[in-house]
């Protein structure tokens, strides 16, 4: 069971806590190897190159770090999805 508000403990799971965020928008670049710092760091410098292109404007606090997701354990003989993530300050739509 999860408590409604903000910041609720997830019951039966210790250290764990549920906090809801302000939605935001991102542009997400997606990969398909293993999340190696080079690759994650190529995959973000191409995902800026691409908002460039096409007059999208990365939001203040995203030029301090790389943001990504992988999916699938790294031990899982599946496919596995990564994704580097770069917010955006607004967006056109």
Not at 19 to 26: E, L, M, N, Q, Y
Not at 38 to 55: F, H, K
Request: net charge negative; no cysteine.
């Amino acid at each position: 069971q999860l408590a409604d508000d903000i910041g609720a403990k997830i019951v039966g799971t210790p250290g764990v806590t549920l906090a809801a965020t302000k939605p935001r928008v991102v542009a997400v670049a997606g990969y398909d190897d293993a999340s190696t710092a080079g690759l994650v760091r190529q995959r973000d410098r191409d995902l800026r190159g691409m908002l460039a292109r096409d007059g999208l404007v990365p939001a203040a606090g995203a030029a301090g770090g790389v943001t990504f997701a992988q999916f699938d354990a790294v031990y899982t003989m599946g496919a596995r999805r990564g994704e580097a993530w770069i917010e955006l300050e607004g967006h056109p739509w």
